[in-house]
C-alpha cells in the first residue's frame, strides 16, 4: 500500500505545525510549564524542570525531521512514541480521578484539564503519525497540488482550533450538566 505524496506532504506540514506550535507555547514560560510537568507526579521530583525544555525540544525536532524528506519515516515513529507517551502520562492522572491537572499541551498560558477527549485527539495524532511512515508513491506534484496541500492544510488548522475551542469549553460544559 502506497499513499499518495499530497497527502503524505500536507500530514507532515500538519503535524509539524502541531509540534511547533505546541513547543511555542511551552517555551514562552518553561518554568510555569516545568510546574505543569511536575503536576502529574509521575517522575520524581524535581525532573520537570530538566524535562520541560526537552520536551519542547524534542518537539521542535521532530517538527524539522517531519518536514525533511529522508527522516520522514523515522520522525514518523518518533513523533507516534512521543504522542503515546503523552496519552500514557494523561491516562494515568485520569485512573488517578486527577482531571484538574492541566494537560500542557500548549503551554501553561492555555490551561485545558485533562479528559478523555484528550486521549481521542491524541489517539488521532497518532494514527496521522503512523500514516506518515507509509511508502508514498512515486508522483511529482504541480501547481493544483500546492493549492489542494494548503487548503488542506489551511482546513486541518480550523479543524484543529475548533476542536481545541470545545476541548476548553468542556470542564464548563460538565459543571453545567451537574447543575441541571
Known amino acids: 500500500m502506497t499513499m499518495d505524496p499530497l ?3 500536507t500530514l507532515r506540514v500538519a503535524l509539524a505545525a502541531v509540534l511547533v506550535w505546541a513547543a ?28 520541560a525544555p ?23 515513529s518518533a513523533t507516534s512514541v512521543l504522542f503515546v507517551t503523552y496519552s500514557l502520562a494523561i491516562r494515568i ?13 500548549f503551554g ?3 490551561r485545558r484539564p485533562l479528559s478523555e477527549w484528550l486521549l481521542l485527539r491524541n489517539t488521532f495524532l ?5 500514516v506518515v511512515g507509509l511508502p508514498v508513491e ?8 500546492a493549492f489542494a496541500g494548503l487548503a488542506a492544510v489551511a482546513a486541518l488548522a480550523m479543524l484543529w482550533t475548533a476542536a481545541d475551542q470545545l476541548l476548553a469549553q468542556w470542564p464548563g460544559l460538565r459543571a453545567l450538566r451537574r447543575a441541571a
Open 126 to 130: 497518532v494514527a496521522a503519525a503512523l
Open 108 to 110: 501553561p498560558a492555555r
Open 7 to 9: 497527502i503524505d506532504l
Open 54 to 76: 526537552a520536551l519542547a525540544t524534542v518537539e521542535l525536532t521532530l517538527a524539522a525531521l517531519l518536514l525533511w524528506p529522508p527522516a520522514r519515516v523515522v520522525a514518523s
Open 138 to 145: 512515486p508522483r511529482s506534484l504541480g501547481p493544483l497540488d
Open 93 to 105: 492522572n485520569l485512573r488517578r480521578g486527577r482531571r484538574d491537572v492541566d494537560c500542557g499541551c
Open 24 to 51: 511555542a507555547h511551552k517555551l514562552r514560560d518553561l518554568p510555569a510549564f516545568a510546574v505543569v510537568v511536575e503536576a502529574y507526579q509521575i517522575l520524581p521530583r524535581g525532573l520537570g524542570r530538566w524535562l
